[in-house]
């Protein structure tokens, strides 16, 4: 009986574990994608869209605040209340994007 139970919770503890990398994966890979896209509203070009799309990726890893990646492009557009909404519906449509490249599924 308690082999069991000790299968199913490995078990719970591997889907838990596989569940977050997946999400790591997809927000880093979302990032990237906010951060090329940031860096077109901008205007930059050439290695200066993967520098500042890299830049953005880390910083939605330090974790520093609610959302890092949100305040930094934010910042970067030096943009007023009414470009908020633009940002995070960008945001959450290259969430989606690249949950179905990550997962090979659509979201």
């Not at 880093?28 to 077109?40: I, P």
């Not at 993967?50 to 930094?72: L, N």
């Amino acid at each position: 009986m308690t082999g069991s139970l000790d299968e199913r919770e490995r078990g719970y503890e591997a889907k838990w574990a596989h569940d977050q990398e997946l999400h790591f994966r997809v927000l880093s890979r979302r990032d990237y994608l906010v951060g090329v896209w940031a860096a077109g509203v901008l205007g930059l070009t050439g290695p200066a869209v993967e520098e500042y799309a890299r830049r953005v990726v880390q910083a939605g890893m330090a974790s520093a605040g609610k959302d890092p990646v949100y305040e930094m492009i934010r910042k970067d557009f030096g943009v007023q209340a009414e470009a908020d909404n633009k940002i995070h519906d960008k945001m959450l449509e290259l969430f989606h994007r690249a949950s179905d490249e990550i997962t090979g599924q659509p979201s």
